[in-house]
């Protein structure tokens, strides 16, 4: 993994994002833009789960109407992430917030999409019940920690 | 030194602007939750934005969508204006002579006209076109607006830590 990083370094990208005054600061604001989009569509998802809005529409219709934001700002954040790496990838590699944020990231992307997938193939619309409550609870409390983690890479 | 400036100097001498600025964590923790605030207020924005240019949710009335996120928009906005405040607070004279924190007022002041002036115009006529996959153009301009007069404010407020 560390030679995936060190590669990641010697690339052309890399050192110029590294010599830039002005790239990290811009894609640092793209990754913020990504993540109100994206925050959005994830929470609303969980919102409907815990069913505090949204009511008069079915868990599955919900999950099935903002799996394609949530995807397009996932991406983006990904995308956005990956280059601010890019701009210091040794550095990254040895902070243990940006190696927690990776493994929370991890697990998020799965369990919650894993979820959503699962609701919006549901054949019929049921009534909100505990496990779908319990999820979206999990769910939050991955992508609040994500973002915890994310803040504390500058500071550790 | 214009009056101004001359108060945002004495906010930034007082016990509490201070007490700010010499705790290790209480910024970077204040920070994250405006963060934290301004996700929950511009991803319910941008969702309603997002279906009135008929991006997502095409078979849901604009009433609907609109009523659903009006809450949270206005938790989001609570905990934004709250904890934005708490910021300038403790940097008000660094804040003074910054362009983006000046940008950012400038933004936040216009982004607050658009839900009034859509709301006092072309949503009042909402019932007529409630179920319509896409709003009428007066509504998108709103929304498009809306859209890009939030995302002026995330890049402005960031800069405002890259902009000595």
Redesign the interface.
């Known amino acids: 993994m560390l030679s995936l990083f060190h590669w990641l370094a010697s690339t052309h990208l890399s050192i110029a994002l590294a010599n830039s005054q002005w790239a990290f600061?811009v894609i640092?604001?793209f990754h913020?833009?990504s993540?109100?989009?994206s925050?959005?569509?994830i929470?609303?998802f969980d919102?409907r789960l815990l069913g505090w809005?949204?009511a008069?529409?079915s868990e599955r219709?919900v999950a099935r109407?903002?799996f394609?934001?949530a995807i397009i700002g996932i991406t983006a954040m990904m995308i956005s992430g990956v280059l601010m790496v890019a701009s210091g990838p040794v550095r990254y590699y040895y902070n243990p917030a940006f190696r927690l944020k990776m493994y929370l990231f991890g697990a998020a992307l799965v369990f919650h999409f894993a979820v959503q997938w699962a609701i919006s193939r549901r054949n019929e619309d049921r009534k909100t019940a505990i496990p779908d409550r319990i999820a979206a609870v999990i769910s939050l409390l991955l992508w609040?920690s994500i973002?915890?983690a994310g803040?504390a890479i500058g500071?550790v | 030194m214009p009056h101004l400036q001359q108060f945002c100097v004495w906010i930034s001498s007082t016990p509490f602007s201070l007490a700010i600025r010499k705790s290790v964590w209480a910024f970077?923790i204040i920070?994250?939750i405006h963060?934290?605030g301004?996700?929950?207020l511009?991803?319910?924005v941008?969702?309603l934005d997002?279906r009135l240019l008929g991006?997502?949710?095409k078979?849901?009335p604009v009433s609907?969508v609109s009523r659903?996120?009006l809450?949270?928009t206005w938790s989001g906005f609570a905990v934004m204006f709250t904890t934005g405040l708490l910021l300038s607070i403790a940097e008000a004279a660094e804040n003074y002579a910054n362009i983006a924190f000046r940008a950012k007022l400038v933004l936040l002041i216009l982004v607050g006209l658009n839900p009034l002036i859509f709301h006092l115009t072309i949503f009042r006529s909402v019932n007529s076109w409630d179920v319509a996959p896409v709003a009428p153009w007066r509504a998108r301009t709103a929304a498009w607006s809306s859209l890009f007069l939030?995302?002026g404010i995330?890049?402005a407020g960031?800069?405002i830590a890259?902009i000595h």
Do not use: D, K
């Open positions: 600061a640092e604001v913020l833009l993540l109100a989009i925050g959005g569509a929470l609303y919102i809005g949204f008069s529409q219709g109407s903002l394609p934001l609040l973002g915890v803040r500071f | 970077p920070e994250s963060v934290l301004i996700v929950v511009v991803g319910s941008a969702l997002l991006f997502i949710m078979n849901e609907r659903a996120v809450r949270w939030w995302s995330i890049v960031r800069m890259y």
